[in-house]
């Protein structure tokens, strides 16, 4: 974390460990906040640097969405694959002042850099760790768009970016409000922070549901090359590009979207059970064989009271068959809820 940041936060009451801000000190008040405007640091995301006059050209041989597209003005999802096409991260890329930030879970931030390292070879290319040198945080709610309209800083559409000063401002898909990341300077994130003083401050237990309810994946530790990117719904969020020609992976991804049938896809659930679920935890199906899975969790946030809400990537017969079940086929059932955008052909 940015040291000016976090001290800034401290001064906030912030509760921060290892992973960021957990919380500011009421983290029950700040989930339930999670519906009207909120302000939450977004520390638990990491930030890799990406310059050199050979960036695009690399980057665009190593991830599955067409990096020309990117600029000033709009960022997009993205995902980095191995050559079998299943994902090793799941991104936002932008531009910010002649570079490119891929913006990904903080935990997988060391190896996708390793990775990515490996294939530079003699490109023009430089990958750096940023994620202690700048700040990041995220505005979210029915107000959002009106404050940051003030200084003509809303983007009007999602994937739409503009340019402050000393930060970037990003509009991300939300299932209910308007959301935006903001990522720069820290002095210049702690002013939008202070004049955002209507905003409920919020941890990052907040942005998670927020991320979830919006049906946009992440992939952890726990979940490296368990998905392709379809698996992830990526096709129907624009992170998939079948035009741009060849990335790692794109023969398995082509493959799928042109000549293959998709049997697992992410759905959105919420569960009641005495134990938060964790990444990767398996899911069965009501009397099903317990030694074959048909789904496991992406992402997950607990909710008080025995609640969770959970991304989960189901196969799709046993979705629409409906009884699934966390940890065995005897364990609590999971209730399917809808998605925020389409799915399946009959939606579309």
């Known amino acids: 974390m940015n040291p000016q940041w976090q001290q800034f936060l401290a001064t906030q009451q912030a509760r921060i460990d290892e992973h960021g801000v957990r919380d500011f000190g009421e983290p029950q008040a700040e989930l339930a906040a999670a519906a009207d405007n909120v302000k939450c640091d977004l520390s638990h995301y990491g930030l890799i640097a990406v310059s050199g006059d050979d960036a695009v050209t690399f980057m665009q041989g190593q991830f599955s969405n067409d990096v020309t597209l990117v600029d000033d003005a709009h960022s997009q999802l993205s995902s980095y694959n191995n050559p079998k096409g299943r994902c090793l991260a799941c991104f936002r890329l932008f531009r910010q ?28 290319v430089v990958l750096e760790d940023v994620s202690d040198e700048l700040a990041s945080m995220g505005l979210s709610g029915p107000a959002a768009e009106a404050f940051l309209a003030r200084d003509q800083l809303a983007p009007t559409e999602v994937d739409g970016c503009l340019q402050g000063d000393g930060f970037s401002v990003l509009r991300v898909a939300g299932a209910q409000h308007p959301r935006f990341e903001l990522h720069g300077q820290a ?94 935890d398996k899911l069965y199906a009501a009397q099903g064989d317990t030694e074959q899975s048909i789904g496991e969790v992406v992402n997950r946030q607990s909710l008080g009271q025995e609640r969770h809400k959970l991304l989960a990537v189901i196969r799709i017969d046993a979705a629409e068959a409906g009884d699934i079940h966390l940890d065995s086929p005897t364990g609590p059932r999971l209730s399917l809820q809808t998605l925020p955008y389409a799915i399946s052909e009959q939606e579309s």
């Open 187 to 280: 002095e210049a994130l702690q002013q939008v922070w202070q004049q955002a003083r209507d905003f409920t401050t919020a941890g990052r237990g907040t942005w998670r549901l927020l991320e979830i309810e919006a049906g946009l994946p992440e992939v952890f530790l726990a979940s490296r090359e368990s998905f392709v990117p379809q698996m992830l719904n990526l096709d129907r969020l624009g992170g998939i590009s079948f035009t741009k020609g060849c990335y790692t992976g794109q023969e398995i991804v082509a493959r799928m979207h042109y000549l293959g049938k998709l049997k697992k896809r992410m759905y959105l659930a919420e569960v009641r059970s005495p134990h938060t679920p964790a990444v990767g």
């Open 97 to 124: 002042q002649q570079r490119y930030l891929l913006r990904l879970p903080r935990e997988v931030l060391a190896p996708t850099l390793q990775r990515l390292r490996m294939f530079v070879l003699r490109s023009a």
